[in-house]
């Protein structure tokens, strides 16, 4: 079974607009990643956040976790036509490194 | 590109039949885990492997099994064939003596089952 929903399910926007994606889960976690698959191929790991952290950056790139919300969000800023793809959430199971996935985020991204 | 490799790339079964899915992980990592993805959804935990014994396993049936080599390469198998199948099989490599916890992707293998 999913960890959670994300959401939306779908997202369309403009090249240099900025895209907000948000993942909501079940259960403790130590962490949150999130990952990026181009149309049903393998799975790009993006970001890693542990669940003492609040916020983190890396490149175009801002995460943000709230714990006591079980929610998290990925912002991606300047969105470029190659940042076309579908986005998860993955949290771990019960500090093990196995991951449970959320549903995805498809992003289209227009030039 | 990460260092894992699956192979086939796409796989075109009968109901009923058996399949083998194969993967070799990325060098220097130890353990592997198996995820099924189903169209427009998340991947799931089928099982990983860790020094050639099966280390946790998602909610999938005992028909679903799997190998762990020296070499840390692995194999999924997949016995009377359903349906429901029909999937993108990935597996995902790590080195648990690195507690980034990051996991590192296959391009996924393709079965579709008729």
């Known amino acids: 079974s999913q960890q959670g929903e994300e959401d939306p399910q779908a997202l369309s926007i403009q090249e240099g607009e900025n895209a907000t994606m948000n993942c909501s889960y079940k259960?403790?976690?130590?962490?949150l990643q999130w990952y990026r698959q181009n149309s049903g191929r393998g799975l790009v790991h993006l970001i890693l956040?542990?669940?003492?952290?609040r916020e983190k950056h890396s490149g175009r790139l801002r995460v943000t976790l709230d714990t006591s919300k079980k929610s998290s969000s990925l912002l991606i800023t300047a969105s470029r036509a190659a940042d076309t793809a579908s986005y998860f959430c993955?949290?771990?199971?019960?500090?093990?490194?196995?991951?449970?996935f959320g549903t995805g985020t498809r992003l289209q991204v227009f030039p | 590109e990460t260092g894992v490799t699956q192979s086939p790339t796409h796989l075109i079964k009968t109901r009923g039949q058996q399949v083998t899915l194969r993967c070799s992980s990325q060098?220097?990592?130890?353990?592997v885990s198996w995820y099924q993805q189903a169209l427009g959804q998340g991947p799931q935990f089928i099982f990983q492997?860790?020094?050639?014994?099966?280390?946790g396993r998602g909610n999938f049936p005992p028909r679903f099994s799997g190998l762990q080599f020296p070499n840390y390469s692995s194999e999924l198998n997949v016995n009377a064939l359903e349906l429901d199948d029909s999937a993108l099989y990935l597996c995902?490599?790590?080195?648990?003596?690195?507690?980034?916890?990051?996991?590192?992707f296959g391009p996924g293998t393709r079965l579709t089952v008729t």
């Open positions: 492997y860790y020094r050639e014994e099966e280390n």
């Open positions: 995902a490599s790590s080195d648990r003596r690195d507690r980034s916890y990051e996991q590192y």
């Open positions: 993955a949290t771990d199971d019960r500090g093990t490194d196995k991951l449970i």
């Open positions: 956040i542990r669940s003492n952290e």
């Open positions: 259960t403790s976690i130590n962490n």
């Open positions: 060098s220097g990592h130890n353990t």
